[in-house]
């Protein structure tokens, strides 16, 4: 890994799996950290354990459906450091269910926080990237189920389509508005995380939980789907190897599963002789 003695890195979910990884490695090349999470006692510990290294640390606990929330910790992240030079759009979160029956709440979290809070990060760090007037890069977080439309999950599968596309446009954006600011996409398959565990903090006021869809045979399916396949995934720290290793290449595309290559150019190959979807083996 590079130095980075000289540079600030802002993540989003820092507190859990992917997130915090990427925090531990730019720690350990020198980084200075700005954290965001909702979730308030893993990001304490996680800034404990890397201050007891003397790494400096800010961190803010708040959710990135906020748009005010993120801009105030942009401007902190700025007040505190001067700069920022990579910013991880990171925090995201699942459901499951068959679209005809999944509670209309569903989407509205995971797009408000898989699309929307991506879009706050942006729109509150991308100015004053291009202000800086140094090279940075934006790093969001879509899925390998951004290029791949699995059966399980549609909120989710819609919401990385859109994080995906939105990152490529924001590239563009940047490459048209002449900005030293890059952007990068990290599309992972099955990485051995906590996102399983994500509605532990969804806001209440975001669903009802008596919903009886909640305790149908197909939700708890579709949710054991999730959860067992957990722990064949890919372990944090390979992954975040890789997520590493190709930012630093430059790799706008970052992929961490190569074995789903083919199901990639299988479905542009679908895409254009006009055939219906196929389910992608696991
Ligand atoms: N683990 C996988 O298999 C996998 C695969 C593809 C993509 N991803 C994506 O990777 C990203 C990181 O997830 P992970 O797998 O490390 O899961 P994780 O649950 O271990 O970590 C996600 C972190 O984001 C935080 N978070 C969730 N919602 C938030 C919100 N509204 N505001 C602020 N923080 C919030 C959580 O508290 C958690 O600390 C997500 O965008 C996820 O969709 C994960």
């Known amino acids: 890994m590079q130095d980075y003695s000289t540079k600030v890195?802002?993540?989003?979910?820092?507190a859990n799996g992917l997130g915090k990884e990427i925090a531990r490695r730019f720690a350990c090349a020198g980084a200075r950290l700005a954290l965001v999470d909702v979730d308030a006692d893993n990001l304490a510990e996680l800034r404990t354990e890397l201050e007891a290294k003397g790494v400096d640390v800010i961190d803010s606990v708040f959710d990135v459906r906020s748009a005010a929330a993120m801009e105030e910790f942009a401007r902190q992240a700025y007040a505190t450091y001067g700069h920022v030079d990579l910013f991880f759009n990171n925090a995201g979160v699942i459901t499951v269910g068959t679209m005809w029956e999944q509670p209309l709440a569903d989407w509205d979290w995971l797009l408000d926080v898989n699309v929307k809070g991506m879009l706050h990060g942006i729109k509150a760090f991308v100015p004053r990237m291009i202000a800086q007037d140094t090279e940075c890069r934006i790093i969001d977080t879509a899925s390998i189920a951004?290029?791949?439309?699995?059966?399980?999950?549609?909120?989710?599968?819609?919401?990385?389509?859109?994080?995906?596309?939105?990152?490529?446009?924001?590239?563009?954006?940047?490459?048209?508005?002449?900005?030293?600011?890059?952007?990068?996409?990290?599309?992972?398959?099955?990485?051995?995380?906590?996102?399983?565990?994500?509605?532990?903090?969804?806001?209440?006021?975001?669903?009802?939980?008596?919903?009886?869809?909640?305790?149908?045979?197909?939700?708890?399916?579709?949710?054991?789907?999730?959860?067992?396949?957990?722990?064949?995934?890919?372990?944090?720290?390979?992954?975040?190897?890789?997520?590493?290793?190709?930012?630093?290449?430059?790799?706008?595309?970052?992929?961490?599963?190569?074995?789903?290559?083919?199901?990639?150019?299988?479905?542009?190959?679908?895409?254009?002789?006009?055939?219906?979807?196929?389910?992608?083996?696991?």
């Open 9 to 14: 890195v802002a993540i989003t979910g820092a």
């Open 146 to 282: 951004g290029l791949l439309t699995v059966e399980n999950a549609p909120a989710y599968v819609a919401s990385k389509f859109a994080a995906l596309s939105l990152t490529e446009v924001l590239d563009l954006q940047l490459q048209a508005a002449g900005a030293k600011v890059t952007a990068h996409v990290i599309c992972p398959a099955v990485v051995q995380t906590d996102l399983d565990n994500c509605l532990r903090h969804r806001d209440p006021s975001t669903y009802d939980a008596d919903d009886p869809y909640y305790r149908t045979e197909d939700y708890i399916r579709r949710f054991e789907v999730v959860t067992k396949s957990m722990p064949a995934g890919l372990p944090v720290d390979a992954a975040v190897d890789i997520i590493i290793s190709e930012l630093e290449k430059g790799t706008f595309y970052i992929l961490t599963h190569p074995r789903y290559n083919p199901a990639i150019t299988g479905r542009t190959a679908a895409i254009v002789a006009g055939t219906h979807p196929t389910i992608v083996a696991r």
